[in-house]
């Protein structure tokens, strides 16, 4: 059975915000430079591979930077 609980493993307390941090952490995530980028490139790039092994390479690193 699954239970679904949304909930943080270690508490967090946020005591001021700082604008310039956040635009950093979210700029690594979802920039060009950013771990989806990367991603979405190595997915990408197996549609151009004559090998299986090597698609099947790129997609295990392509998904594996997902998780």
Same mark, same amino acid.
């Given at each position: 059975? /699954? ?8 508490? @967090? ?10 635009a @950093? ?5 979802? =920039? ?10 190595y ?7 004559? /090998? ?9 690193? =392509?998904?594996?930077?997902? @998780?």
């Amino acid at each position: 059975m /699954f239970i679904y609980e949304k909930k943080l493993q270690y508490p @967090v307390k946020i005591k001021n915000c700082n604008p310039k941090l956040a635009a @950093v952490i979210i700029s690594q995530y979802g =920039g060009p430079d950013g771990e989806l980028g990367a991603s979405l490139r190595y997915l990408s790039q197996r549609y151009a591979m004559p /090998f299986p092994e090597l698609k099947g390479l790129l997609t295990d690193i =392509g998904t594996g930077a997902l @998780v």
